[in-house]
């Protein structure tokens, strides 16, 4: 399902694109459809830092509007529909209740706040903000009374939840059907200009090699300043601020399908999010990371945080013994100098240097958030065609991911077909599989009438045959790829599962 790789006198493309994020993907996407050569490494797997470690929310950014940030929030609500038409398997409506009892806000400031919020980005699809009163609503159900011995009003607002690495994935996948190549766990070790161009060092499992590319694309997000200094071209006058931010993930701490905004004493705000059926995702922190980039894990101080808002508006308490699951991330903010890291800009700059007799053109990208990826990516396409004047115009805005192409976008539609056609399959394996792979769900399920045919079970509904899949098509090479990227199985299946997986893929690997 992936292209070949190219025979060592073809290794040569319009643009070498160093990492594979949301962003490195979402550019290589746009470019291959626009007839460039594109070679994408990742020193790592796909999405294996900050695009799989965020809240996953395709949102405006509510809070953003505090800090003036309009033309931010504005794209990135028209980007919120877009989004959700072109991936409804892995997208779709979330509803966020905001409690406004222990607000350090007024509410007359939060309503226009949402009033713009509802207005800014040009909504279809969503509905708008309503005000409840959490006494009598069942959106109550779980918080605690506060004071006056009441929940009080709240507001109610829509955004969108994304299944974050998923995302990632369907962008390599939709610029390699495009032609793009997509290498994982390969690293660029060296690049020097020559002759207008790059000659460039990358380093996988098969050892060192040359390739040469006409431009050189930095997305490699928290080592965008250590890739600029390893080739030599970094600058004063630009630079990252890193910033963690942590979540935890605990058993569910109330009933229904929608979503907490919750206000702090601080300010900050921090989400709770129904998560994976069984459970509550809250989250995020924003400390700043002082250290390399690197992998990240959550402080004991951050976990103390998250469950003290917890604790200060739920019914059921939480402390460090609940956590069933926890995660952190490193987001590579532009620094515009903010003394505050939750005040530092959410939005995206783009360093073109379009080079000259001595210098070979690059870009390198800034900041940035998983909900304006595709916006990025068009930007960042404006700059390139300076030097491919010949390169098509846009097309992402209405073109689907791989598995999106539901008609209408009605994935409860898509799920009752999927059930008639397969009725000894258990619902639940059906919907996740859905949900997953969208029209693409066949591929796996293919004959198969029941699991047993699906070859073995590893737990978690998650058999062999799905393994192959997401090896053959999706980049997967470790347990932890599936059970945590590809999936959040790793949440469902039974201990030792994960040695079971990587014993396979080690057969697997030897067999090919």
Not at 48 to 63: D, F, M, P, V, W
Not at 346 to 355: A, S
Not at 388 to 413: H, K, S
Request: with cysteine; net charge neutral; charged share 25%.
């Amino acid at each position: 399902m992936m292209p070949p790789a190219p025979s060592p006198q073809d290794e040569t493309y319009d643009l070498l694109i160093v990492g594979g994020g949301v962003n490195g993907a979402g550019i290589a996407r746009d470019a291959a459809g626009r007839g460039l050569s594109v070679l994408l490494v990742e020193q790592d797997d796909l999405a294996s830092h900050t695009s799989s470690a965020s809240t996953k929310l395709i949102h405006g950014g509510l809070r953003y509007l505090e800090y003036y940030e309009f033309r931010l929030v504005r794209e990135a609500l028209i980007e919120r529909e877009r989004l959700l038409g072109m991936a409804p398997h892995i997208i779709w409506p979330l509803r966020f209740v905001l409690p406004q009892s222990l607000s350090p806000r007024p509410a007359w400031m939060v309503r226009l706040g949402l009033f713009l919020y509802d207005h800014l980005g040009g909504r279809k699809k969503l509905p708008g903000t309503e005000t409840l009163d959490l006494d009598r609503s069942p959106r109550g159900n779980g918080l605690k009374t506060q004071n006056s011995k009441r929940k009080g009003k709240a507001f109610a607002y829509s955004d969108c939840w994304v299944e974050d690495s998923r995302l990632v994935v369907l962008n390599a996948m939709d610029a390699a059907a495009r032609g793009a190549r997509i290498e994982t766990r390969t690293r660029l070790t060296d690049a020097v200009s020559e002759n207008g161009g790059w000659v460039a060092t990358i380093e996988g499992q098969q050892g060192p090699r040359q390739v040469r590319a006409r431009m050189l694309v930095n997305a490699a997000g928290p080592w965008v300043d250590a890739l600029l200094r390893r080739i030599g071209r970094a600058r004063d006058d630009r630079g990252v601020r890193l910033v963690k931010g942590s979540h935890i993930v605990v058993p569910r701490l109330y009933e229904g399908d929608h979503a907490f905004m919750l206000q702090n004493p601080d300010r900050r705000i921090v989400f709770a999010i129904p998560y994976e059926r069984e459970f509550t995702l809250i989250g995020t922190t924003d400390e700043p990371w002082t250290e390399a980039p690197g992998k990240a894990t959550i402080s004991p101080g951050e976990i103390d945080y998250l469950c003290e808002t917890a604790n200060r508006y739920f019914e059921r308490q939480v402390g460090h013994e609940d956590i069933a699951w926890s995660y952190a991330g490193i987001r590579p903010l532009y620094d515009d100098h903010a003394a505050n890291a939750s005040a530092v800009t959410r939005d995206y700059v783009l360093d073109f240097d379009k080079g000259d007799a001595r210098q070979a053109p690059m870009l390198s990208i800034f900041g940035g958030k998983i909900t304006t990826f595709r916006k990025l990516a068009e930007h960042a396409m404006e700059h390139i065609a300076q030097l491919f004047p010949q390169v098509a115009m846009p097309w992402t805005a209405g073109a689907v991911l791989p598995g999106g192409d539901i008609a209408d976008g009605d994935f409860e539609r898509f799920l009752a077909d999927m059930i008639e056609s397969y009725p000894q399959m258990p619902r639940d394996l059906l919907r996740r599989l859905a949900r997953a792979y969208g029209t693409r769900a066949p591929e796996i399920l293919g004959q198969a009438r029941t699991p047993d045919d699906l070859g073995q079970d590893f737990g978690g509904g998650l058999h062999a045959r799905e393994i192959d899949y997401l090896v053959e098509a999706e980049w997967a090479r470790t347990a932890e790829d599936i059970l945590f990227r590809r999936s959040k199985l790793g949440l469902h299946v039974p201990p030792g599962t994960a040695e079971a997986i990587d014993a396979w893929l080690g057969r697997s690997a030897e067999a090919r």
